[in-house]
T-cell receptor
Framework: KNEVEQSPQNLTAQEGEFITINCSYS?????LHWLQQHPGGGIVSLFM???GKKKHGRLIATINIQEKHSSLHITASHPRDSAVYIC??????????FGTGTRLQVFP | GAGVSQSPRYKVAKRGQDVALRCDPI?????LFWYQQALGQGPEFLTY????????KSGLPSDRFFAERPEGSVSTLKIQRTQQEDSAVYLC???????????????FGPGTRLTVL
């Protein structure tokens, strides 16, 4: 069992739909990152969370420390949101442990 | 205001060849990380530098892998006697501060895609 698990692995949506990607982790963490990876490899950091909720534009990230669970939501999805979304847990040895990613495709 | 750059972007090597992958972090960034990302997987930690000091190399898969950052800026990841299982994207990331501040945003380079034939 991976220490950081994401679901679903693949997600297809119509433009405008509300999207949720889930991340569960089994290790103790000091923070959790949500990252976006476009084809060609480039990774961009979206959020760093240690508690509660953060919002940036149409993106919302939440974390429940007790349940060891985080979600990334995208409101009013758009084709340009198509990418791989990765959660990464910063464990108590200061290492980032990455999930395998959720591949999102948003169709017009 | 350049970001993290990596070169080459693509490398094809014959099994047994040595390769060297370069990372130029954002100027002034203290921390530098190397990750390996196999196809369809998330990145996995390889090694960490704080300035020129390699503080953690626990993720290097074998003694064929070697990394250095001699002047605390540019880093090179060297793989000797490459094997097919080394085929992956090698990502470099940097952050402004050192250990104890790893909640800082990591700035990733575009990666080097290594294919070993």
């Amino acid at each position: 069992k991976n220490e950081v698990e994401q679901s679903p692995q693949n997600l297809t949506a119509q433009e405008g739909e509300f999207i949720t990607i889930n991340c569960s982790y089994s290790v103790g963490i000091s923070a959790l990152h949500w990252l976006q990876q476009h084809p060609g490899g480039g990774i961009v950091s979206l959020f760093m969370l240690s508690s509660g909720k953060k919002k940036h534009g149409r993106l919302i990230a939440t974390i429940n420390i007790q349940e060891k669970h985080s979600s990334l939501h995208i409101t009013a999805s758009h084709p340009r949101d198509s990418a791989v979304y990765i959660c990464a847990a910063l464990d108590n040895t200061d290492k980032l442990i990455f999930g395998t990613g959720t591949r999102l495709q948003v169709f017009p | 205001g350049a970001g993290v750059s990596q070169s080459p972007r693509y490398k094809v090597a014959k099994r047994g060849q040595d390769v060297a992958l370069r990372c130029d972090p954002i100027s002034g960034h203290v921390s530098l990380f190397w990750y390996q990302q196999a196809l369809g997987q998330g990145p996995e930690f390889l090694t960490y530098f704080q300035n020129e000091a390699q503080l953690d190399k626990s993720g290097l898969p074998s003694d064929r892998f070697f990394a250095e950052r001699p002047e605390g800026s540019v880093s090179t990841l060297k793989i000797q006697r490459t094997q097919q299982e080394d085929s992956a994207v090698y990502l470099c990331a940097s952050t402004p501060r050192g250990r104890g501040h790893f909640t800082d945003t990591q700035y990733f380079g575009p990666g080097t895609r290594l294919t070993v034939l």
